[in-house]
Each structure stands twice: as structure tokens, then as C-alpha cells.
């Protein structure tokens, strides 16, 4: 079967939105390169969360010792 993304390579890995979609038959076969490239879009993105999580993780820190001061 052609990878159900590109249609170019074999499609060889269940790809889904998550495990249970996977699990229960909802999931569509897509080549290696195809996966990487989404699961190395997914990091990139987690990864550009680091900076706004750790101002906000900061703030609240800050705020705490700020109320246990006063």
C-alpha cells in the first residue's frame, strides 16, 4: 500500500492523532519519511513553547513569594 500523505513511498507505519485513535482502527498508513517529518514538526513546535512556559512558570513563582511576603 502507497503512504496514504505522499502516495511516493510504502506506507509501513500506523500514523494517528493519538494512541487510542491508533488502537481502535483509526489511523492511516504512512511512510518513514512521512512520520519523521511530522513528528519533527511536533517537536519544533513543543520546543518553541519552552521560553513561554518557563516566563509564565517565572511569574506564578514570583507571585507566590510575593504573597507569602506580605
Do not use: P
Not at 506506507?11 to 491508533?22: P, Y
Not at 512521512?34 to 519552552?50: G, P, T, Y
Not at 521560553?51 to 517565572?58: H, P
Amino acid at each position: 500500500m502507497k503512504c496514504q500523505k505522499c502516495g511516493q513511498r510504502e506506507g509501513t507505519i500506523k500514523f494517528g492523532e493519538d494512541f487510542m485513535s491508533i488502537n481502535h482502527g483509526m489511523y492511516q498508513m504512512w511512510c518513514n519519511q512521512c512520520a519523521l517529518i511530522e513528528q519533527l514538526l511536533f517537536a519544533m513546535r513543543q520546543a518553541a513553547r519552552i521560553q513561554i512556559l518557563s516566563k509564565e512558570l517565572a511569574t506564578e513563582m514570583e507571585q507566590e513569594e510575593n504573597a507569602r511576603v506580605a
